[in-house]
C-alpha cells in the first residue's frame, strides 16, 4: 500500500469540507522538506477554528508539534512547540498557580493557533489580547528557514504573524507569559437584563470587572430584544473561597464529560427547539443577580464538558458568526442585527455578547477593535447565505468587521484586513477566496 | 522505566500515562534511533512531569556495545520497536527492505530484550511489555515479512512470559491493531478500527496494571483475528487481504 495524504478536512463547524493533502510531522527538517516541496500550504492546530481558515491546497498540521520545552515555575513564563493545547498549558500551570492571560471560549486550541488569531477571552477590555503576553516564537518562512520573532527580533514578522491567520509561515514553538492566582475558581456575578439598554448599561458599569460577557437570546423581538444574563467574574483569592474550595483551591475535581454520539438529524435544532432551550436557560435564574464560586472550566469553558458538540448542528455543519461594530455605533448596529436574526428565524444557542476594549495599534492584522462583538452559530442551509449578507451589510454600515477565525462566507469588504502577509507560499482557502471575491 | 523505540508514539503516551497515573521512576531511559525528537520528549516529560530521562541512541542494524548499558536497570521495559518497511511487491522482491523487516523487529531486536530480561531476571521482579502485532497472528498477501517477523517477535514473548514466569518477572504481549502514527500515516485506515496512541497508552496502561498476558489494543480487534486465525487455509489462500 502506497501512502496517500489526500483525506477529508473539516474544521470545527464541519463545514466546509475538503479534500486536500495533510501531513503531520515532528521533526524539524522533514516539516523543511515539506516547505520546500510544496505550494500553497497553510498550518493547521486543532481545528478548532470554525470555517475554511486553516483549510488548504496543503495543510500541515501541528498536532506533533505537542511538546513541553521549559517552564519558568518562578516567572510564569512557558515556552512550548505550536501544536500544544491550551488544555495541556492549562494541566501544568494551574497546580502551580498560573493560569492563562487570555483564553478564548475553549481550551482545545492550540499555541500556534492562538497567535495565528491573536485570540481574545471575556477579559480583552482589560488584559487585551493572547499576544500582549507573546515573548516570542519561531516560525518557519517560505525557504525553510527557522527564525525567531520577538518584539525586538524579526519584529516586522513578529506583527504580520500575530492575527495573521498563518499567512506569514508555519509557528513551530511559542515562549509566553503566565498569570498568578490563588485559586482555580472564580468569582461571579450573573446579572439579568430585560433588554439592550439594560445590558449595554451594565457591561459599562462593569467596565472594573477582569471578565465581562453576556449570554443573548437572539430571537426575542420588538420591546424584549437584547434580554440576555450578565457573567462577570474575578479570580478569586484563596481567603474569600467557601471551605469546601479552600483546602486544595488549585485542584479541580475530576468531572466525567459526555460525548455528543453521532449527527444529530437536521430537523431536532429549529427556531422552536432553540427558542425552548433559550427560554430554559433565562428562566433558570429566577432572580435578577446570582452571585457565586465556579471553577474556572465551568466559567471560562462551559462547551467543553459536552465532547464533539459540534455533532448537534447535523452533518450539514454549522457557521459562527463573529463581528465587532464600533462603539459609538454599537446600540443601534446591534438593535438592527438582532431584529434581522429574530425576523429571519434562523436562531442560534448561546449567541455570545461582549465589549471589547482598545485595538491594540502595534497587532495591526488583530481582529478586536473597540465596540461590541456578537458571536453566534447558524446551521449551514439554503437560507444562510442570504442571512450573512444582510447580516454583512449591517456590519457594514456602521463600519464594523468579522473574526477571520470564525468566516466562512463573508463578503470580503468586511474579511480583507490583514496586511504584511502576501506570500505565495502559505495560502489558506479563506485567503483565496477572500482575494479573488475582491477582483 | 525502559523504553525501547522511543520515537513511538505509542511509546510516548505511555510514559506520559504512567506518569499522569502517579507511577513512580528514578529515570526514564528512552533509546532511540532518532536522538533530535527524543531529546525534545525526554525534555517535555521534565518540563511537565519533572521527571529525569536519558537519551540514548540506538540503531539497531549496527553492532551494539552493551558496556554501555551496565548501569541502566529499571522495574519496567516497555519495547514500541516496529519497522513496517515496504509492503509492496518491490518491497518483497528487494532483499535489503527484507532483511531490514526481520533485522529490527526480530533478529536484531531479540538480543537486546535478552539483555535487560536478565537484569529483571535477576532481580526477581519487573514487567516487560512488548509491542506485537495483529499482522503476527496469520501471515497475509499484503504485509507478511512484516508478518512473520511479528509472529515471531509474538512467540518470543510468550516464551518469555512462559520463562521468567516462575523467576516473578511478568511479560505483557500488545497486539495494537491500526493505529494512526507515524507508521501507517497516509494509509487508508478504518476510523472505527484505528486507535490513537492516547488511547492505546491508556488501554495499554490498564493491561500494565492488571497483570494481562496478551491485549489487543480496540476489542474489536480480538474478534477479528479470531476470525481470520479461523478461516480454513484452503479458502484463506484464495482471499486477497
Not at chain 1, 471560549?105 to 477579559?123: E, L
Not at chain 1, 457565586?292 to 464533539?308: C, G, Q
Not at chain 2, 532518532?34 to 531529546?39: F, S, V, Y
Request: glycine share 6%.
Amino acid at each position: 500500500m502506497k501512502p496517500n495524504f489526500t483525506q477529508k478536512v473539516t474544521n470545527w463547524g464541519n463545514f466546509p469540507v475538503v479534500e486536500k493533502e495533510m501531513r503531520s510531522e515532528d521533526s524539524f527538517k522533514k516539516i523543511k522538506e515539506f516547505v520546500l516541496n510544496h505550494n500553497e500550504i497553510i498550518a493547521r492546530g486543532n481545528g478548532r477554528c470554525y470555517g475554511d481558515a486553516s483549510l488548504g491546497e496543503s495543510i500541515f498540521s501541528t498536532k506533533k508539534l505537542n511538546k513541553f520545552i521549559n517552564f519558568d515555575r518562578l516567572n510564569g513564563v512557558i515556552e512550548c512547540e505550536s501544536g500544544v493545547l491550551l488544555s495541556d498549558v492549562l494541566e501544568i500551570a494551574v497546580p502551580q498557580g498560573y493560569f492563562l492571560y487570555v483564553t478564548p471560549g475553549t481550551k482545545f486550541i492550540s499555541v500556534g493557533g492562538a497567535i495565528a488569531s491573536d485570540v481574545h477571552g471575556k477579559n480583552h477590555h482589560a488584559e487585551g489580547c493572547f499576544s500582549e503576553y507573546v515573548i516570542e516564537f519561531k516560525l518557519m518562512t517560505e525557504s525553510g528557514e527557522i527564525i525567531t520573532c520577538s518584539r525586538e527580533e524579526n519584529s516586522e514578522k513578529f506583527w504580520a504573524t500575530i492575527g495573521g491567520m498563518g499567512l506569514t509561515g508555519i509557528i513551530l514553538t511559542a515562549k509566553f507569559k503566565l498569570k498568578n492566582i490563588e485559586s482555580a475558581y472564580i468569582r461571579q456575578e450573573s446579572i439579568k437584563a430585560d433588554n439592550l439598554d439594560e445590558i449595554f448599561k451594565l457591561f459599562d458599569e462593569s467596565e472594573n470587572w477582569t471578565y465581562t460577557v453576556a449570554w443573548i437570546d437572539c430571537l426575542q423581538k420588538g420591546k424584549n430584544i437584547g434580554r440576555s444574563i450578565l457573567m462577570r467574574g474575578e479570580h478569586a483569592f484563596q481567603h474569600e473561597l467557601p471551605q469546601k474550595f479552600s483546602k486544595t483551591p488549585l485542584r479541580l475535581k475530576k468531572k466525567l464529560s459526555p460525548t455528543v454520539p453521532f449527527y444529530f438529524p437536521g430537523f431536532v435544532l429549529n427556531a422552536l427547539t432553540v427558542k425552548i432551550f433559550n427560554w430554559l436557560y433565562y428562566k433558570k435564574q429566577s432572580k435578577k443577580e446570582v452571585k457565586n464560586f465556579i471553577d474556572y472550566e465551568t466559567f471560562f469553558y462551559p462547551l467543553d464538558a459536552i465532547n464533539d458538540w459540534n455533532k448537534i448542528y447535523g452533518k450539514s455543519g454549522f457557521i459562527q458568526y463573529q463581528m465587532v461594530i464600533p462603539k459609538e455605533a454599537g446600540k443601534e448596529g446591534m438593535k438592527r442585527i438582532l431584529e434581522t436574526i429574530a425576523k429571519s428565524g434562523n436562531g442560534s444557542f448561546l449567541a455570545v455578547l461582549k465589549l471589547f476594549g482598545k485595538h491594540n495599534p502595534e497587532a495591526y492584522n488583530s481582529f478586536p477593535v473597540e465596540g461590541y462583538t456578537l458571536a453566534l452559530d447558524f446551521k449551514v442551509n439554503s437560507k444562510l447565505k442570504k442571512l450573512v449578507d444582510q447580516l454583512d451589510a449591517i456590519v457594514q454600515e456602521f463600519g464594523g468587521r468579522i473574526y477571520l477565525t470564525k468566516d466562512s462566507m463573508s463578503r470580503s469588504s468586511l474579511t480583507n484586513y490583514l496586511k504584511n502577509i502576501q506570500n505565495p507560499k502559505f495560502v489558506s482557502l479563506q485567503h483565496k477566496r477572500i482575494i479573488n471575491n475582491n477582483s | 522505566m525502559i523504553v525501547l523505540g522511543s520515537t513511538s508514539e505509542v511509546a510516548q503516551a505511555f510514559v506520559e500515562k504512567a506518569l499522569q497515573e502517579g507511577e513512580k521512576f528514578e529515570k526514564i531511559y528512552l533509546f532511540t534511533s532518532n536522538k533530535e525528537t527524543t531529546e525534545r520528549f525526554a525534555r517535555h516529560i521534565d518540563v511537565k512531569f519533572l521527571q529525569q530521562a536519558e537519551v540514548i541512541e540506538l540503531d539497531l542494524t549496527k553492532e551494539i556495545d552493551y558496556n554501555r548499558f551496565d548501569n541502566i536497570n529499571s522495574n519496567v521495559l516497555f519495547c514500541a520497536v516496529g519497522y513496517l518497511g515496504e509492503g509492496t511487491e518491490e518491497g518483497l522482491y528487494d532483499n535489503r527492505n527484507t532483511e531490514r523487516i526481520i533485522d529490527i523487529n526480530y533478529s536484531k531486536l531479540v538480543p537486546v530484550m535478552n539483555y535487560f530480561a536478565h537484569k529483571f531476571e535477576s532481580r526477581r521482579s519487573g514487567t516487560i511489555i512488548g509491542l506485537s502485532s495483529v499482522a503476527g497472528d496469520r501471515g497475509r498477501q499484503s504485509n507478511f515479512i512484516y508478518g512473520s517477523a511479528k509472529a515471531a517477535f509474538t512467540a518470543y514473548l510468550s516464551g518469555l512470559r512462559n520463562y521468567l514466569f516462575d523467576k516473578k518477572v511478568h511479560v505483557l504481549t500488545i497486539k495494537p491493531g491500526f493505529m494512526a502514527t507515524k507508521m501507517t500515516e497516509g494509509l487508508p485506515l478504518n476510523p472505527k478500527l484505528t486507535a490513537t496512541p492516547k488511547q492505546a497508552a491508556a488501554c495499554i496502561y490498564k493491561a500494565f496494571k492488571k497483570e494481562k498476558n496478551v491485549a489487543y489494543v480496540l476489542p474489536v480487534w480480538s474478534i477479528i483475528m479470531m476470525i481470520i486465525r479461523n478461516i480454513p487455509e484452503f479458502i484463506f489462500k484464495k482471499l486477497k487481504l
